[in-house]
């Protein structure tokens, strides 16, 4: 017990030289004698993070597909992309045929447009839950994940616009005493 501080200085100085020893040991800047004789490069918790970013590797299936789940309000899609000419066929209908608004095309085509991938990729999905718009940004979410998959140097600039967020907005579920989840019956005085 020749180590116990006598008083709060003494414990004060005792605590920083533990927390700096142990971030040096952390960050591997301390050897070991049998470590003096050789030279490796030591790597700062930095560098270790770099380097992991830089082995990602692909998914790819035998086939050569990518496979990926979007999912947003109920709706879940499973989305398989792989080379080709650019078709995208929804639960065995073309895309056109399944979401006959523009602006949901334009919504599932929106991964495409930002990587500069457009017409590159055939797109699979079937999709079920929830409602056309629903639908749409799940297959959205699904083909952003899988270009991750199948190219992970585009994971930069879909996460920028936020296409591999997932949702997490869904409806709010009907409380009792109320007509919905917030909305009260009508009031009569008399």
Known sequence: ???EPKALSDLKE???E???KEAAESANLIK?????DV???IKTPIESIV???VMIEKKIDSDGRSYATGKRKNAIARVWIKPG???VTVNGRELNVYFARPVLRMVVNQPFGVTDREGQYDVVCTVKGGGLSGQAGAVKHGISKALTYYEPELRGPLKKEGYLTRDSRVVERKKFGRKKARRS???SKR
Do not use: H, R
């Open 1 to 3: 017990m020749a180590d």
């Open 14 to 16: 005792m605590v920083e």
């Open 18 to 20: 533990k927390a700096a």
């Open 32 to 36: 070991s004698d049998e470590d003096a």
């Open 39 to 41: 030279d490796t490069p």
């Open 51 to 53: 380097d992991s970013n």
């Open 85 to 87: 000419p650019g078709k």
């Open 185 to 187: 019956y009508q009031f």
